[in-house]
């Protein structure tokens, strides 16, 4: 399925340029991200598919291996949080052998480097996934510091309120929107791709609030399923222990 449709075929060989002479137009900036965005969708859905597969199969066998993906790749607010439900075994194991005895989150903004450095190798030995690793190593220290302030008392004392669930939700929308942008780099458009697509961008000044606005409401969204989720665990716990 993933190699018959055509935004995946678009996105893997950058085709941008020639769909547009195609349609008789230069392509959006919507248009130019939703392709490689199916693409990243149709890639966590056949790894889903897979790794589920698979992983019923050791059950059956009685080895319990670790989920692989436990969250939908729409369904994260942080960057720390997309990689360990992404490829959680292949997280488990880069924890135990590469970042807790390069000091682990004591040292966090110098050992993602060559964590990262590693994983864009073990995906392939080429530049476009060298860029994709330190520009990820890189958005790490904007979304470390955005935690460290969130935490402080003096940030929104109230850290339960509104005023701090919407912050949040803004910094964390900023936070996806660098993500995505660093996936695009490393899985479609290339470091020589951006170019292009920041000019449209930047040409369609409606383009970026909009983005902001469905990612910002998109994250209120799963924050608001998660407090449901933690809520549903606590009433469980408290039958529970009336029984």
């Known amino acids: 399925m993933t ?20 349609e008789g137009r230069p392509l959006g900036p919507l248009e130019m991200v939703l392709s490689p965005w ?11 598919v897979t790794w589920r597969f698979f992983r019923l199969w050791a059950l059956a066998d009685g080895m319990d291996v670790p989920e692989n993906l436990t969250r939908c790749l729409c369904a994260n607010y942080d960057i720390v949080g997309f990689w360990k439900n992404w490829h959680a075994s292949y997280n488990l194991w880069l924890v135990r052998y590469m970042y807790i005895p390069m000091g682990g989150a004591t040292w966090r ?6 964590i990262f450095t590693f994983v864009a190798l073990w995906h392939d030995v080429e530049p476009q996934m060298l860029s994709w690793a330190w520009l990820m190593a890189l958005i790490i220290a904007p979304e470390a ?12 004392r109230d850290k339960s309120g509104r005023a701090f669930r919407y912050a949040a939700a803004a910094a ?9 942008t660093v996936n695009l780099v490393g899985f479609a458009f290339g470091p020589e791709g951006i170019r292009p697509l920041l000019y449209q961008v930047l040409g369609t000044p409606a383009f ?6 469905a990612v910002f409401s998109g994250i209120q969204l799963t924050l608001a399923l998660r407090d449901a989720r933690e ?11 009336k029984m």
């Open 3 to 22: 190699h018959g449709l055509w935004f995946f075929s678009v996105s893997r060989h950058r085709l941008w340029e020639a769909l547009g002479r195609a």
């Open 38 to 48: 199916w693409m990243m969708m149709l890639v966590w859905c056949k790894f889903l």
């Open 109 to 114: 903004l110098l050992n993602v480097w060559p």
């Open 145 to 156: 510091a955005g935690k460290w302030v969130g935490a402080q008392p003096w940030c929104i």
């Open 172 to 180: 964390a929308a900023v936070n996806m929107v660098f993500l995505i």
């Open 208 to 213: 970026l609030p909009y983005v902001m606005l």
């Open 231 to 241: 809520h549903a665990a606590a009433a469980a716990l408290r039958l529970e222990g």
